[in-house]
């Protein structure tokens, strides 16, 4: 079945990066985009970038350009997002989600990454 | 880019029919019809109800109806069960070729 798979929950000291992985099984992989949405405890959904699969182009949320970046590996299908310069803030529950079976709708989500950011 | 607004908390009884707001500007929610909607029980991840403002994805209850006005999109959900109990989001293309989402709405099966 189609299915996003992430990596392990993370604990990160503040200053630190964190790079989570999202497999992708049981479609083509390079048919479609990965978004990425973070949560924090207690708090809503925010968007934090995309990446295209088929030619790896980006577009990052402005608030964390210069810290973040995204990438794939198209022989593995698999999807990687770090986060770099760590502050508490950053601590939340990390998702990957499929994006282009529907404009503008992830229909395929990950199930999640728990990433901790504490000294 | 600021987030959609949405109200904190909705309620209904079971049976009964809730509406959610889901309000931008005209370089998200008015400027495009790519708003979707998520439902989101405690500790899962979020699943997709409605795209394109008002298609709903194969498996999604025909419950569950989307529509849009202007600047501001709206989730109905009729015939309320116990199992709609969420959080629900909305979400947004905007003209940046970014996403955006609402802040969320608790809702609570009297």
Same mark, same amino acid.
């Given at each position: 079945?189609?299915?996003?798979? #992430?990596?392990?929950?993370?604990?990160?000291?503040?200053?630190?990066?964190?790079?989570?992985?999202?497999?992708?099984?049981?479609?083509?992989?390079?048919?479609?985009?990965?978004?990425?949405?973070? #949560?924090?405890?207690?708090?809503?959904?925010?968007?934090?970038?995309?990446?295209?699969?088929?030619?790896?182009? +980006?577009?990052?949320? #402005?608030?964390?350009?210069?810290?973040?970046?995204? +990438?794939?590996?198209?022989?593995?299908? +698999?999807?990687?997002?770090?986060?770099?310069?760590?502050?508490?803030?950053?601590?939340?529950?990390?998702?990957?989600?499929?994006?282009?079976?529907?404009?503008?709708?992830?229909?395929?989500?990950? #199930?999640? +990454?728990?990433?901790?950011?504490?000294? | 880019?600021?987030?959609?607004?949405?109200?904190?908390?909705? @309620?209904?009884?079971?049976?009964?029919?809730?509406?959610?707001?889901?309000?931008?500007?005209?370089?998200?929610?008015?400027?495009?019809?790519?708003?979707?909607?998520?439902?989101?029980?405690?500790?899962?991840?979020?699943?997709?109800?409605?795209?394109?403002?008002?298609?709903?994805?194969?498996?999604?209850?025909?419950?569950?109806?989307?529509?849009?006005?202007?600047?501001?999109? %709206?989730?109905?959900? %009729?015939?309320?069960?116990?199992?709609?109990?969420?959080?629900?989001?909305?979400?947004?293309?905007?003209? @940046?070729?970014?996403?955006?989402?609402?802040?969320?709405?608790?809702?609570?099966?009297?």
């Amino acid at each position: 079945q189609v299915q996003l798979v #992430q990596s392990g929950a993370e604990v990160k000291k503040p200053g630190a990066s964190v790079k989570v992985s999202c497999k992708a099984s049981g479609y083509t992989f390079t048919s479609y985009g990965i978004s990425w949405v973070r #949560q924090a405890p207690g708090q809503g959904l925010e968007w934090m970038g995309w990446i295209s699969a088929y030619n790896g182009n +980006t577009n990052y949320a #402005q608030k964390l350009q210069g810290r973040v970046t995204m +990438t794939t590996d198209t022989s593995t299908s +698999t999807a990687y997002m770090e986060l770099r310069s760590l502050r508490s803030d950053d601590t939340a529950v990390y998702y990957c989600a499929r994006d282009g079976s529907y404009d503008g709708a992830f229909d395929i989500w990950g #199930q999640g +990454t728990m990433v901790t950011v504490s000294s | 880019q600021s987030a959609l607004t949405q109200p904190a908390s909705v @309620s209904g009884s079971p049976g009964q029919s809730i509406t959610i707001s889901c309000t931008g500007t005209s370089s998200d929610v008015g400027g495009y019809n790519y708003v979707s909607w998520y439902q989101q029980h405690p500790g899962k991840a979020p699943k997709l109800m409605i795209y394109e403002v008002s298609n709903r994805p194969s498996g999604v209850s025909n419950r569950f109806s989307g529509s849009k006005s202007g600047n501001t999109a %709206s989730l109905t959900i %009729s015939g309320l069960q116990a199992e709609d109990e969420a959080d629900y989001y909305c979400s947004s293309y905007t003209s @940046s070729s970014m996403g955006v989402f609402g802040g969320g709405t608790k809702l609570t099966v009297l």
